[in-house]
């Protein structure tokens, strides 16, 4: 037997036990042998943001600073560009897409498919399992409830939850003229 299966093991045990004893949390194995900033840095993300080992990253993605991208996210830039600000929280399990393939499946594969550039604007806050479809913006400031499926884009403040999302709340300025 290899030396470096006993050695691999030993050292995922050890990283287990720190983390269960310093966090109180258990990791894919991924997370423990790999670093949230530099995997960040890596995508030309901005200072200070991290992403998971588990999230996947297509196409044209950019993130700003001091970001957080959580376990298990899709961001697909690969339909027309991703944006995301900086001071966001992607939680676990968010999609994001820049393009979708209703239109080729229903024709057969006839029609191409479509694509859309996708915006999240600063200080952005998406939920668990959020689904955000291609050619969304959703200006500063917006947070957007867990397992919602964001179809249509919403301006900063907004507050949204659903399936499809709908607005529950705004913290957008009133007009001087209201």
């Known amino acids: 037997m290899s030396l470096f299966l006993p050695t691999l093991l030993a050292f995922l045990r050890d990283r287990r036990a720190e983390m269960q004893s310093q966090f109180n949390r258990v990791l894919p194995f991924g997370d423990y042998i790999s ?3 530099e995997k960040a840095r890596a995508l030309g993300f901005g200072e200070g943001t991290s992403i998971y080992d ?3 990253v ?3 993605v950019t993130v700003g600073q001091n970001t957080w991208i959580g376990p298990f996210t899709v ?8 944006r995301i600000g900086s ?3 992607i939680s676990a399990g968010v999609q994001i897409y820049t393009h979708d393939t209703v239109n080729w499946a229903i024709s057969g594969g006839q029609e191409p498919a479509t694509h859309a550039p996708t915006v999240i604007g600063n200080n952005c806050y998406l939920a668990p399992n959020v689904v955000v479809a291609k050619g969304v913006t959703l200006g500063d400031g917006c947070v957007v409830g867990a397992q919602s499926f964001v179809n249509r884009s919403f301006p900063a403040g907004s507050k949204l939850a659903g399936c499809p999302a709908r607005l529950i ?5 009133k007009d001087a003229d209201q």
């Open 35 to 37: 670093d949230r900033w």
């Open 54 to 56: 588990s999230a996947h």
């Open 58 to 60: 297509f196409g044209d």
């Open 75 to 82: 961001l697909d830039g690969s339909g027309g560009g991703l």
């Open 87 to 89: 001071h966001c929280s």
């Open 169 to 173: 709340a705004s913290d957008a300025p």
